[in-house]
């Protein structure tokens, strides 16, 4: 069935450094939504990208939506203890059933 | 307004019981979907509840179900519990069933003996 590779699975990082997580879709989606979920917590919506090769910046966070509406990422700069958590990415197919990734969870190494 | 809420937070239910969970969506919101979560897994969709009609179903067995009444309020079920069904069970509410985003509740932690 359809579905929406995101990866990495897991990313380690240091207090400071950047974080980049990528979604992949077998086939095009109407929009691309990101949510993040802080451990213990339910995911929170962060933004919606609609139009092929659509930009979208909250502060630290950049958000892609790519030429053919098949994939996205979600790149986070400099990254502080209050990213952490698991970041999802979820497509609304032709048929408007949302389809999921799977999450990034990121780490902020001691 | 008032955001998502779920009753009940916590469930301890014995093997082969039957569970009937809670939903109560944001005002105005007449989308409703159920999710699975377990640790470490991602989102597990359950169905989706549009006007009181089941508009999408993920792949679980029969023993899942699910209703949404008029006033949007939903509740979903689960007959003969097994082990595997400990998860956490969310509930998300949108305006509508296409293209919009997802509001999502606290959450129930349903825990199988």
């Known amino acids: 069935g359809q579905q929406v590779m995101q990866i990495p699975q897991y990313q380690h990082v240091q207090e400071g450094e950047d974080f980049t997580t990528y979604c992949n879709s077998s086939?095009?989606?109407?929009?691309i939504q990101w949510y993040k979920q802080r451990p213990g917590g339910h995911p929170v919506f962060l933004i919606q990208l609609v139009k092929s090769g659509e930009v979208k910046k909250q502060k630290r966070l950049t958000f892609q939506f790519g030429e053919a509406k098949k994939n996205s990422s979600l790149h986070i700069t400099a990254t502080q203890t209050t990213d952490v958590g698991t970041y999802f990415c979820a497509g609304h197919n032709s048929n408007y059933q949302l389809i999921w990734g799977a999450g990034t969870k990121l780490i902020i190494k001691p | 307004k008032a955001g998502v809420t779920q009753t009940p937070r916590y469930l301890i239910k014995t093997r082969g019981q039957q569970v009937t969970l809670s939903c109560s969506p944001i005002?105005?919101?007449?989308?409703v979907s159920w999710y699975q979560q377990t640790p470490g897994q991602g989102l597990q969709f359950l169905f989706e509840?549009?006007?009181?009609?089941?508009?999408n179903k993920g792949n679980f067995p029969g023993r899942f179900s699910g209703r949404q009444f008029s006033n949007s309020r939903s509740e979903m079920n689960v007959s003969t519990l097994e082990l595997g069904d400990s998860a956490l069970y969310l509930c998300?509410?949108?305006?509508?069933?296409?293209?919009?985003?997802?509001?999502f509740g606290p959450g129930t932690r349903l825990t199988v003996t």
């Open positions: 998300a509410s949108s305006l509508s069933s296409r293209a919009y985003e997802q509001y």
């Open positions: 509840y549009f006007s009181e009609t089941q508009r």
């Open positions: 005002s105005g919101h007449r989308s």
């Open positions: 086939t095009t989606l109407s929009n």
